[in-house]
């Protein structure tokens, strides 16, 4: 029976790590690959933090714990944010919990609201604010000081320097409380650094030569995305310090990333091809006329300061926001009675609104369509089309987008603040964001038995079962994930121990709910937009 201690680097990824820590930048971290088996781990298939840690939490793929985007689409078609309170399984949290042992869970997402576990939680996104009630036990709150669960500082295109001030701030404070908690007893200590994630989306391209909106000459930032790595890998080895000989570690991302290079538009594709309609009434004509002449947010933003307006966009209410972008061609101009096909959410995935005979039909049509859309190169622009049932399952499959693509090489960013942003397919990626999100986060696994520098494959979905079999946790018979057996010489515990899996079929949540308040949607919403998301 062994402790687990699970370290999380939001959207780190092998790709910025291995030539790294080549040049020993990254001493801990490295040390840690050299005396243990490590793997890209990959992500859900729309990889964003919210799903992607819900699923490492859970071992389970969507389709089970219901949790696909950081938003959900209501039947009238608005956007309202989701929470832990949509995690239809079980997380690893409970589980331990339930099973006696005890736990700690620092800034993990999604674990807002914060639920009773046996030991701490302090919640991670989309709670921000302290205003709200984010820990269990609750009156741990009053112990955290000038914790920051998320950085208030938006991009505005010219403040680099504030960003990265509060996100150094940001680890520090979070080192802090990791090293208090981790002085308490536990059997599952987790802690999610996510300033990695951030200091990725915005500064990716000031790292990379080829990057189109690089600002030549400008080598400021060029070491900001590393100067984070090192600061979060140097608060690895503080923690582990903390680890003795019965203790197994493991060092994780929820998603990888990238450089993004351009937008993609695809509501623009689905009225083209009239799977999208938009309503007959003047006001609706003259927009879209004026949209197709160039009358668009992409155009707007060019010629006016482009950063401020971003600014006002991200932190403006929904009621002011949607007042602003109803200037132009928008959601409100959709007619959803004749639409058969639109696009709402993060990475863009397609919504049927069709039934039975016709929603098969339609879904097969759009797919053997899209494959014709070309970039700007001329180049096929997406390498992967999906159905939703062909990498989804489970009982909240319905709730899924009913047909998900890969944009080539995903350097593409399906925007967020306008449906119709731009009259052509490709624009711009404005509001200054040079990376996005891959599929290949990382997976490190040091402790007894475990082979010395060795590269397995794993899945998100693996790490909560492997981590449950290290603990004589019985595990959920319905996970998707496996225990990774294969990081583990033939004569270790580990290898030899059978897995032991829980007798009850099924791992749903039986939790009272708190519904999320007006207040606090707007407030998760306005966060989400200030860090790059659609909501
Ligand atoms: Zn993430």
Known sequence: MSKVMIIGIDGASFALIKPWSEKGLLPNITRLMRSGTYSNLISTPLPMTGPSWSSFMTGMNPGKHGVYDFIEVTPDYKTIPTSSNNLMAKTVFEIVSDSRRRVVSINVPYTYPPFKVNGYLISGMPIHSKDYDFTYPPDLKNELGDYIILPEAVYEGDNEDDILSELNIMIEKRLDVAKRLIKEDWDLFVVVFFASDVVGHWFWKHM???????????????????????????????????????????????????????????????????????????????????????????????????????????????????LLLNIFLSISDIDWSRTKAYSFTNFAPIYINAKGEEYERLRKKIAEEMPEIRDEKGERAIDKICFKEEVFMGDQLDKAPDIIYYLRDMIYHTPRYFEFGSNKLFGTVGCGMSGTHKMEGIFIITGEGVKKDFEIDANIVDVVPTALHLMDVPIPPDVDGRVLKDSFIKDSWPYKKEVKYSKSPSNRRKISKKELSKQERESIKEKLRGLGYHA
């Open 208 to 322: 990379d030569e080829t990057h189109p909106m690089r600002r030549p000459g400008d080598e400021r930032y060029k070491d900001a995305i590393l100067q984070i790595y090192q600061k979060i890998d140097s608060a690895v080895g503080e923690l582990i310090k903390f680890k003795d000989e019965d203790t197994y570690l493991i060092v994780m991302s929820d998603h990888g990333m990238g450089p993004v290079h351009r937008n993609f538009y695809i509501n623009n594709w689905l009225l083209e091809k009239g799977y999208l309609k938009l309503r007959k009434r003047a006001v609706t004509k003259i927009k879209y006329f004026l949209h197709n002449r160039g009358w668009t947010l992409e155009n707007v933003l060019d010629i006016i300061q482009k950063f401020k307006m971003t600014k006002y966009l991200q932190q403006t209410s929904e009621q002011d926001r949607r």
